[in-house]
């Protein structure tokens, strides 16, 4: 059992070979440079004809450890992953969660966990 943070954009049209290509850019940067060995890569699903509207959907499993800023860190760095690819595809309605936790975007720091 794990914690994972989910994520997902929707809007009237797929991503385009632009987008495309800086989200793949960006994804292999924090895949290559995470620093911690547990959790998974960066994960994207594939486009579903099934629900056009969602044109960027994924999961990621987050590091578990005993300590749990371990996790906090986890999230918070795929977090820092997310917000440069909204800033990509910014005319998407994004939804971002830690499981049940939904995170808050905030223009100018991007998505965080709430503070409640």
């Known amino acids: 059992m794990g914690i994972s943070i989910y994520y ?3 809007r009237n049209y797929r ?3 632009k987008e ?3 989200i793949e850019d960006i994804v ?4 290559k440079e995470k620093q911690f060995k547990r ?6 699903y594939e486009y579903d ?3 056009p509207e969602v044109i960027f959907s994924g999961s990621t499993k987050l590091p578990m450890s005993l ?6 860190k986890g999230c918070m760095y795929w977090a820092k992953c997310l917000t440069e690819i909204r ?3 910014k005319d998407a309605q994004w939804s971002v969660s830690m499981d049940e936790f939904e995170l808050e975007w905030d223009e100018e720091k991007g998505w965080d966990l709430p503070i409640k």
């Open 67 to 72: 300590n749990p800023i371990h996790t906090y």
């Open 15 to 17: 991503i385009t070979d």
């Open 20 to 22: 495309h290509k800086l």
């Open 8 to 10: 997902d954009a929707k």
């Open 87 to 89: 800033k990509i595809v």
């Open 49 to 51: 004809n099934e629900e």
């Open 28 to 31: 292999n940067k924090y895949n």
């Open 39 to 44: 959790g998974e890569a960066f994960c994207i």
